[in-house]
């Protein structure tokens, strides 16, 4: 078992190097164009997503900003039982799902279809966010009152 694997091994990187590399990585870069096929890493797709939405550089710098410090700032809040845990539950899953969608758009080529669901995407992100926290911001109200 050890030789077989010792002889694939050898096959794949004395033999034939170049047997499971992309064919792309051989064409003749040009410095003047970066290529449309390059997407970043996964965790990065659904800031690339965002940051793709906007035709405004500046406004899509904002985004990924406000990206960062809006769900820091919704961390502060502290949750005690509340009796909307469902609501927020269901809140927070359509968020997760919405940030997978985010995701898959990033890495989509830039596109009519995939740009217009960016940018509804890119807005449900924030609204999410902020039903959120307005949620919880009641639940907060009503343990209050009690």
Known sequence: MGLLLFLGFYYF??????F?????MYIEANPLVSPLHIVP?????FAYAMLRAQPIKVAGVLLLVSRLVVPAL?????????????VLRLLVWFFISNVVL????GQCS???PYTF??????????????????????????????
Not at 13 to 18: D, G
Not at 20 to 24: G, R, V
Not at 102 to 105: A, F, G, K, Y
Request: charged share 15%; aromatic share 16%; hydrophobic share 55%.
């Open 41 to 45: 890493e996964l965790y990065f797709l």
């Open 20 to 24: 499971l590399s992309d064919p792309e």
């Open 110 to 112: 830039v596109e009519e």
């Open 13 to 18: 990187v004395l033999l034939s190097p170049y």
């Open 74 to 86: 919704l961390g502060l809040l502290v949750l005690r039982m509340s009796s909307l845990r469902v």
């Open 117 to 146: 669901f960016r940018m509804i995407s890119t807005s449900l992100y924030f609204v999410l966010l902020v039903c959120v926290s307005l949620v919880h911001l009641f639940c907060e109200w009503l343990y209050s009152a009690h």
């Open 102 to 105: 985010l995701s898959w758009l």
